[in-house]
């Protein structure tokens, strides 16, 4: 099939827009769905990895970004890595660690992840109990806002509710 647009390629990209209930089909080759804006496929050279570059800091010449370095200028007390080593190992030197480089992990978690917490797949084995914490942390964090926003009444049925939960754990999410 030949690209609708240029009439002389091999069509490579089908697309099937739905507007009002009406489906339209286009067929296009490689070049013409590059400089067809709204297709998805009209990437510049080097985006890709301009993102890749934007996500982990690093610069084209792979040196990491002076603004995160010159951030990371601290020593672990316990194995006296920097951030920017731990940055380029991937890992960790000691457990002091975490504590001296919590903010710089929280905001490199953040840039890679979307966030600063684990929020994916509880195990089958000792799930329960993982998501009774998770519930409780939840419900704290709802009585706080209902405190808040001065609903006694409601706060109070959830504090009581908290109560039985962590009743049911066995205290140890307190």
């Known amino acids: 099939m030949l690209c609708q647009n240029c009439q002389q390629r091999e069509a490579v990209v089908h ?3 739905i507007i009002n209930g009406q489906a339209a089909q286009l067929h296009l080759c490689q070049e013409c769905a590059q400089k067809t804006p709204g297709t998805g496929f009209n990437l510049y050279p080097g985006m890709v990895s301009d ?3 934007a996500l982990f800091g690093v610069n084209p010449a792979g040196q990491y970004d002076q603004t995160i370095v010159d951030s990371q200028t601290g020593k672990c007390p316990g194995c006296g890595r ?6 380029q190992a991937g890992k960790m030197g000691c457990s002091k660690c975490y504590d001296e480089f919590e903010p710089q992990m929280e905001m490199l978690l953040r ?5 600063g ?5 509880v195990p089958v084995r000792g799930g329960a109990s ?3 914490k998770q519930e409780i942390a939840k419900s704290k964090q709802q009585l ?4 808040q926003a001065e609903k006694f009444e409601e706060a109070a049925i959830l504090r009581d509710r908290i109560k039985e939960m962590e009743n049911t754990v066995g205290g140890e999410s307190k």
């Open 117 to 121: 917490m684990h929020v994916g797949k």
């Open 15 to 17: 697309l099937t827009k």
């Open 144 to 147: 706080l806002e209902l405190v």
């Open 51 to 53: 993102f890749l570059q």
């Open 130 to 132: 993982f998501r009774n």
């Open 82 to 87: 920097t951030f920017s080593q731990i940055q």
């Open 111 to 115: 840039r890679i992840h979307g966030r």
